[in-house]
C-alpha cells in the first residue's frame, strides 16, 4: 500500500523560498503527484501537478526524482498570504483496477512577518 | 466556467437525527465526483467517489451513504447521526476522462453533532 509522510508544520518568514518535501513509497507508476493548498474553512484548492523531474507554473515549483519516492513543493518569497496546510496526493500502486488516491495528512505552514 | 455548490454551510443536529447534503456542479458533463470528511485539525479522508449517475464507490464503512441522482448531483446522507459524524464535509468534482488527481472542492459544510 501506498503510504505519504509530510512535516507536520514548517515555518518561515516573508520573502523566503520554502520547500516542503512529501516522502511516498509504493505509487502508482503511471500517476501523478498533486499538491494542494487549504486554508481555513475552505476546501483544498490545487497548486500543481507533476509526473517526473521538474514542473513550474506562476505560484511553485515541483521536483520529483527519478524514483519518485519523494516530491517537493516549492514556494519562492513567501508572503503573508501563503500561510495555509499543503497536502500532497498521490495514486496507490496497490488498487489494481480500482485505483486509491492517498492523501498527506498535510504540512502546516506558518508565514511570519 | 465550471461551479460547485455546497449546502448548507453550517449544520448543527442532534445525535440520532437524519442528515442530507447536497452538492451541485456547473458547467461541466460527467464529472467525478468525491465526498471527503475533515476532522479538526486532521487531514482529508474520502468517503464516496462516484464516475457516474447511480455509481457509488465507498472507501469507509460507516453509517453514512451517498446517491447521484443526477449527473451533476451527489448528495450525502445519514439515518442517524452519531457524535463522531462531526466535522467538515467538502464535495469535490474531477474532469471525466483526465487524472483523478486534479480535483477541484466545493466550499464546505460545516457540521456539528450534539
Not at chain 1, 497548486?47 to 519523494?70: H, M
Not at chain 1, 503573508?80 to 496526493?89: E, F, I, M, N, P
Not at chain 2, 437525527?17 to 479522508?45: F, H, I, K
Request: proline fraction near 6%; hydrophobic fraction near 35%.
Amino acid at each position: 500500500l501506498a503510504k505519504t509522510t509530510q512535516p507536520i508544520s514548517m515555518d518561515s518568514y516573508e520573502g523566503q523560498e520554502v520547500n516542503i518535501t512529501c516522502s511516498h513509497n509504493n505509487i502508482a507508476t503511471n500517476d501523478y503527484i498533486t499538491w494542494y493548498q487549504q486554508f481555513p474553512s475552505q476546501g483544498p484548492r490545487f497548486i500543481i501537478q507533476g509526473y517526473k523531474t521538474k514542473v513550474t507554473n506562476e505560484v511553485a515549483s515541483l521536483f520529483i526524482p527519478a524514483d519518485r519516492k519523494s516530491s517537493t513543493l516549492s514556494l519562492p518569497r513567501v508572503s503573508l498570504s501563503d500561510t495555509a496546510v499543503y497536502y500532497c496526493l498521490v495514486g496507490d500502486s496497490w488498487a489494481g483496477n480500482n485505483r486509491k488516491l492517498i492523501w498527506g495528512l498535510g504540512t502546516s505552514l506558518a508565514v511570519n512577518p | 466556467s465550471q461551479t460547485i455548490h455546497q449546502w448548507p454551510a453550517t449544520l448543527v443536529q442532534p445525535v440520532g437525527s437524519p442528515l442530507s447534503l447536497e452538492c451541485t456542479v456547473e458547467g461541466t458533463s460527467n464529472p467525478n465526483l468525491y465526498w471527503y470528511r475533515q476532522a479538526a485539525g486532521r487531514g482529508l479522508q474520502l468517503l464516496f467517489y462516484s464516475v457516474g449517475i447511480g455509481q457509488i464507490s465507498s472507501e469507509v464503512p460507516q453509517n453514512l451513504s451517498a446517491s447521484r441522482p443526477q449527473d451533476r448531483q451527489f448528495i450525502l446522507s445519514s439515518k442517524k447521526l452519531l457524535l463522531s459524524d462531526s466535522g467538515f464535509y467538502l464535495c469535490a468534482w474531477s474532469p471525466a476522462g483526465k487524472s483523478y488527481n486534479e480535483q477541484f472542492f466545493g466550499p464546505g459544510t460545516r457540521l456539528t453533532v450534539l
